[in-house]
């Protein structure tokens, strides 16, 4: 039986169904050895688009919340804010999963398509929103429905040969990491334009009643815009029409990954699709999914605390920055952002390897934080500089040890289960992020009330926190919890 099915095997490598995506991609990938441009500009496009919502509205969030006049206290503001930051997270969580199940169903682009339709709808919403509870609402709708990143980190892994796999994650994590920079950007810039454009916005017009719409509509105009294009975007997943035996449908993931055939056989040996090994027994895949999600946390969490410390008095131990202040620095993060993911990270995790540089990525962010406190003593250019290239240089660490991350979780589950393990990420990661505004929000405010403590006054405590978080998350990259993919484990 074995003999006669790695025959097949063999035989099946070089044969292709052409009425099947899947199979097209395959011999896309066999037939040009090189670099897939076209397809990971799909992916760079979709996945930046997916990413600008989720923290545009960090910068004007404070103020959107001021004018709701639903804090008593200026202290209570950040506290509130925290929970409508959460609501994405919240909705993404409760619904990752069953959109990962659809994208194994059904197919990638479908749920992608999807995702941006939603996109479109309740961000628009979102800066239409008048009280507190619409922006809520809108939010966790908005998280609920776009079911994009999971999809894309599958199908990213899908249109790239092996040795270039990094590559592709490197893209999404890039795209990723520019669209949760660009998007405050646009948000600091564009957010209240009345008041910073007077004379292009009148405080009766659209944008005047509503402050804090343009950078919305802006974003959800560049979502139309990429959900035309995604007309164009091939599938990855095998569909075949025929009723073939299980041992055929195994063949298209040796052709796509180039897998040594008595290694697959070996792998795969007595298991068809519905016997294949449970998702939630994967310890190389959960272990990375838990790790990956205590440095989501971290990174929401100070997602949301950056613009609030950079926004808040100088007396409260923050910068004083207006929302056009704080989207200049997340600007410029942007940039070099770009340049280290495309150039830089593919060769470090050759070297290296991904867990590695996910380590020395933990490692170097703990001192970066320790300096905020004493950065905002400084004024002027010497404020402008240093806090400019912090802010560049967390955010490269950031995405470096996401990237790393996203490559164990890929390579620890085979294409028929890829959606519903992204999915099971996403679910997970998002409750994370989703407890991270909050839990950020709400540490700020109680650090405003404790400007004169002797232990760790004000700020100090909440950057301290954030370094108890990302040194748990160190840890747990070692053995015996961190299991690569590949390794011998229970």
Same mark, same amino acid.
């Given at each position: 039986m074995a003999k006669n099915r790695e025959a097949l095997l063999k035989k099946e490598v070089w044969e292709y169904d052409e009425s099947c995506p899947g199979c097209k991609i395959d011999h896309l990938k066999e037939s040009n050895p090189g670099i897939p441009f076209k397809l990971l500009f799909y992916?760079?496009?979709? *996945?930046?688009?997916?990413?600008?919502?989720?923290?545009?509205?960090?910068?004007?969030?404070?103020?959107?919340?001021?004018?709701?006049? &639903?804090?008593?206290?200026e202290e209570d503001i950040g506290f509130y804010a925290g929970y409508v930051g959460s609501s994405f997270m919240f909705g993404r969580a409760l619904t990752s999963v069953i959109w990962g199940m659809v994208a194994d169903r059904y197919g990638r682009k479908p749920v992608i398509t999807a995702g941006l339709i939603a996109l479109i709808i309740f961000n628009t919403l979102f800066g239409l929103s008048t009280n507190v509870w619409m922006a809520l609402s809108t939010r966790f709708l908005l998280g609920s429905f776009c079911g994009i990143l999971g999809p894309m980190r599958a199908y990213a892994s899908e249109v790239c040969r092996k040795e270039y796999q990094a590559l592709g994650m490197s893209i999404i994590s890039t795209a990723w990491g520019i669209g949760l920079v660009i998007g405050p950007a646009l948000?600091?810039?564009?957010?209240?334009?009345?008041?910073?454009?007077?004379?292009?916005?009148?405080?009766?017009s659209l944008f005047?009643?509503?402050?804090?719409?343009?950078?919305?509509?802006? &974003?959800?105009?560049?979502?139309?815009?990429?959900?035309?294009?995604?007309?164009?975007?091939?599938?990855?997943?095998?569909?075949?029409?025929?009723?073939?035996?299980?041992?055929?449908?195994?063949?298209?993931?040796?052709?796509?990954?180039?897998?040594?055939?008595?290694?697959?056989?070996?792998?795969?040996?007595?298991k068809g699709p519905n016997q294949q090994q449970s998702l939630l027994k994967n310890w190389p895949l959960m272990s990375s999914i838990i790790v990956y999600c205590v440095f989501q946390l971290h990174d929401m969490a100070y997602a949301e605390i950056f613009s609030l410390w950079a926004i808040s008095p100088s007396e409260y131990g923050g910068l004083s920055y207006s929302t056009a202040d704080v989207g200049e620095v997340l600007a410029m993060s942007g940039l070099g952002l770009l340049l280290f993911q495309l150039f830089l990270y593919p060769p470090l995790e050759r070297i290296l390897g991904p867990v590695m *540089?996910?380590? &020395?990525?933990? *490692?170097?962010?703990?001192?970066?934080?320790?300096?905020?406190?004493?950065?905002?003593?400084?004024?002027g250019v010497g404020l402008s500089l240093l806090i400019n290239c912090a802010s560049l240089l967390k955010n490269v660490l950031c995405v470096s040890i996401t990237?790393?991350?996203? /490559?164990?979780?890929?390579?620890?589950?085979?294409?028929?289960?890829?959606?519903?393990?992204?999915?099971?990420?996403?679910?997970?990661?998002?409750?994370?992020?989703?407890?991270?505004?909050?839990?950020?929000?709400?540490?700020?405010?109680?650090? /405003?009330?404790?400007?004169?403590?002797?232990?760790?006054?004000?700020?100090?405590?909440?950057?301290?926190?954030?370094?108890? &978080?990302?040194? /748990?998350?160190?840890f747990m990259t070692f053995k015996p919890f961190l299991t690569v993919p590949g390794e011998n484990h229970p």
């Open positions: 992916v760079w496009i979709v *996945v930046l688009c997916a990413a600008l919502p989720i923290s545009s509205l960090f910068p004007f969030l404070y103020f959107m919340i001021r004018d709701f006049h &639903i804090a008593k206290r948000g600091g810039f564009l957010a209240q334009p009345a008041e910073k454009f007077p004379h292009i916005f009148s405080k009766e005047g009643r509503f402050p804090y719409f343009l950078p919305c509509l802006l &974003i959800s105009t560049f979502a139309l815009g990429v959900s035309v294009l995604c007309y164009w975007l091939p599938e990855t997943l095998h569909i075949h029409k025929e009723n073939k035996e299980q041992d055929e449908l195994y063949a298209w993931e040796v052709a796509a990954y180039g897998c040594d055939v008595k290694e697959k056989l070996k792998k795969f040996e007595g *540089v996910s380590r &020395i990525g933990a *490692v170097l962010t703990v001192p970066l934080l320790s300096s905020y406190p004493l950065i905002a003593m400084l004024s990237t790393g991350l996203f /490559l164990l979780q890929n390579r620890a589950v085979t294409q028929q289960q890829r959606g519903a393990a992204n999915g099971i990420s996403m679910s997970a990661m998002s409750f994370f992020k989703a407890v991270g505004p909050a839990g950020g929000g709400s540490l700020f405010s109680w650090a /405003l009330k404790r400007q004169n403590d002797s232990f760790l006054p004000g700020s100090r405590m909440v950057f301290f926190i954030l370094n108890i &978080i990302e040194v /748990l998350g160190l």
